[in-house]
Nanobody
Framework: VQLQASGGGVVQAGGSLRLSCVAS????????MGWFRQAPGKERDFVGA????????YYVDDVKGRFTISRDNAKNTVYLQMNSLKPEDTAVYYC???????????????WGQGTQVTVSS
């Protein structure tokens, strides 16, 4: 199982970024996918998730209305569109296979490589 996130970078507050995560090792279209982030010195936090078909999503309150998760099952890729970025969004962002699309998702297995997002004020 491999998960490779990309698309991070440095952006000013109020800006936008689109992250991608390419997955392999499982039949991607069978699985729900989640996005998580880890800020320096903090635990990894859940950001949001999308169901296997792409028709259902869940977001934590901190990002609701600013972030959008989508997926392309033909490309084995899940996306995280981040708008109106704030300095507190600065973190390493990861995707993962998850068992649930809800407030406390269970992650299937090990984490892949994340991508750094830095939002300057």
């Amino acid at each position: 199982v491999q998960l490779q996130a990309s698309g991070g970078g440095v952006v000013q507050a109020g800006g936008s970024l689109r992250l991608s995560c390419v997955a392999s090792g499982r039949t991607f279209s069978y699985y729900h996918m989640g996005w998580f982030r880890q800020a320096p010195g903090k635990e990894r936090d859940f950001v949001g998730a999308i169901n296997w078909s792409g028709y259902s999503t869940y977001y934590v309150d901190d990002v609701k209305g600013r972030f959008t998760i989508s997926r392309d099952n033909a490309k084995n890729t899940v996306y995280l569109q981040m708008n109106s970025l704030k300095p507190e969004d600065t973190a390493v962002y990861y995707c993962a296979y998850v068992r649930d699309v809800g407030p406390i998702p269970r992650v299937f297995d090990s984490w892949g490589q994340g991508t750094q997002v830095t939002v300057s004020s």
